[in-house]
């Protein structure tokens, strides 16, 4: 059999309930000359057997089973099995429209981009559309692939750092030898994007088809999973990769930023959900970042005045800070009550 145009990878771990119906949008797509591998990554609940259930549905079903590695590992394991020309990839509880890769495919074909993206939204356990939670950009058309990291250090969408809104040449992994990073659990899907994107275009499509699956208890539904610090880490490495490049300064900056934002943000949730102190000594070993960038933050020209003070007193004390802004958070509401 000749090799097909498009690999597409789902990885398959705990989401026994859910990948019949991930499994079936995939083979509904329009464009049917395409692989799907379920890499399936040691999960304890029966999603082994159902994959090969399902395999025995489709002649472009194939099954591979792995010890439990992480969501990283499982990729990585589908990329190097992969015969395609394109590759994408497809979370094992989410659901996709049917013209979804067709769609991307011909954007490919007609800008002669080496990937292509789209909007997404957020679906619940019933499949229901979760309101208010897309997966958007400012602006569509082709443009240079690593402008999609800047649009989220400026607005915080994540259009661009992700894996699965898009088609990727898979020539850009194979020839570049890029592997996700099997130490993360949280943004293994983006770690390595800033390589790939590195001097390629994207064509960049409004139309929303892919659906991303929220789950109670899932580990990006949770709170504040302490795994989320692996963002830290990946933004930092962006931040440094972005450092060694003089003709990114405008990039670099916008990382600082956004590295700060994160912080700040990360450890409120974390005190909103009560693990705060549980995660503190994984905080603080990521806090000699942020020291670090301190000067650069006060002369930054993306951050307002109270915000570099801000700045400056969680860097003396995030503890009394965090704990001084939920005081006059509390009294601004009662006020205004």
Same mark, same amino acid.
């Given at each position: 059999?000749?090799?097909?145009?498009?690999?597409?990878?789902?990885? *398959?771990?705990?989401?026994?309930?859910?990948?019949?119906?991930?499994?079936? $949008?995939?083979?509904?797509?329009?464009?049917?000359?395409?692989?799907?591998?379920?890499?399936?990554?040691?999960?304890?609940?029966?999603?082994?057997?159902?994959?090969?259930?399902?395999?025995?549905?489709?002649?472009?079903?194939?099954?591979?089973?792995?010890?439990?590695g992480?969501?990283?590992?499982? $990729?990585?394991?589908?990329?190097?099995?992969?015969?395609?020309?394109? *590759?994408?990839?497809?979370d094992?509880?989410?659901?996709?429209?049917?013209?979804?890769?067709?769609t991307?495919l011909?954007?490919?074909?007609?800008?002669?981009?080496?990937?292509?993206a789209?909007?997404?939204?957020?679906?619940?356990?019933?499949?229901?559309?979760?309101?208010?939670?897309?997966?958007a950009?400012?602006?569509?058309?082709?443009?240079?692939?690593?402008?999609?990291?800047?649009?989220?250090?400026?607005?915080?969408?994540?259009?661009g750092?992700l894996?699965?809104?898009?088609?990727?040449?898979?020539?850009?992994?194979?020839e570049?030898?890029?592997?996700?990073?099997?130490?993360?659990l949280?943004?293994?899907?983006?770690?390595?994007?800033?390589?790939v994107?590195?001097?390629?275009?994207?064509?960049?499509?409004?139309?929303?088809?892919?659906?991303?699956?929220?789950?109670?208890?899932?580990?990006?539904?949770?709170?504040?999973?302490?795994?989320?610090?692996?963002?830290?880490?990946?933004?930092?490495?962006?931040?440094?990769?972005?450092?060694?490049?003089?003709?990114?300064?405008?990039?670099?900056?916008w990382?600082?930023?956004?590295?700060?934002r994160?912080?700040?943000?990360?450890?409120?949730?974390?005190?909103?959900?009560?693990?705060?102190?549980?995660?503190?000594?994984?905080?603080?070993?990521?806090?000699?970042?942020?020291?670090?960038?301190?000067?650069?933050?006060l002369?930054?020209?993306?951050?307002?005045?109270?915000?570099?003070?801000?700045?400056?007193?969680?860097?003396?004390?995030?503890t009394?800070?965090?704990?001084?802004?939920?005081?006059?958070?509390?009294?601004?509401e009662?006020?205004?009550?």
């Amino acid at each position: 059999m000749p090799n097909p145009t498009i690999s597409i990878i789902t990885s *398959v771990y705990n989401a026994k309930d859910y990948l019949p119906r991930t499994v079936a $949008s995939i083979l509904a797509q329009t464009f049917t000359d395409f692989e799907l591998l379920l890499v399936e990554d040691g999960s304890p609940n029966g999603c082994g057997e159902l994959c090969d259930e399902l395999a025995k549905t489709d002649p472009r079903i194939r099954v591979f089973h792995k010890p439990n590695g992480g969501p990283a590992s499982a $990729s990585n394991m589908g990329l190097d099995n992969a015969r395609g020309d394109y *590759v994408g990839f497809v979370d094992s509880d989410d659901l996709i429209e049917p013209t979804m890769y067709e769609t991307l495919l011909n954007a490919i074909r007609d800008s002669g981009a080496a990937i292509a993206a789209c909007a997404g939204d957020a679906i619940d356990e019933q499949d229901a559309l979760i309101p208010g939670q897309t997966v958007a950009l400012r602006q569509y058309g082709k443009i240079d692939a690593m402008a999609l990291i800047l649009e989220t250090f400026q607005t915080g969408s994540f259009y661009g750092p992700l894996s699965w809104n898009k088609l990727f040449d898979i020539r850009l992994f194979r020839e570049r030898k890029i592997h996700y990073d099997e130490t993360l659990l949280f943004g293994d899907d983006a770690s390595v994007l800033h390589l790939v994107f590195e001097g390629q275009q994207a064509i960049c499509l409004p139309d929303t088809l892919y659906h991303y699956r929220t789950r109670r208890g899932s580990i990006t539904a949770a709170a504040f999973p302490p795994r989320k610090l692996d963002d830290l880490r990946m933004y930092w490495d962006w931040l440094q990769y972005f450092a060694a490049q003089p003709q990114r300064q405008d990039y670099y900056r916008w990382a600082q930023v956004w590295y700060w934002r994160t912080f700040y943000q990360f450890w409120v949730l974390a005190g909103e959900a009560g693990n705060q102190k549980e995660l503190k000594e994984g905080f603080f070993a990521h806090k000699k970042h942020l020291d670090s960038l301190l000067p650069d933050l006060l002369r930054s020209g993306q951050l307002s005045a109270g915000e570099k003070l801000r700045a400056v007193l969680f860097c003396i004390s995030p503890t009394l800070t965090y704990g001084a802004a939920r005081c006059w958070g509390r009294l601004c509401e009662h006020r205004k009550g």
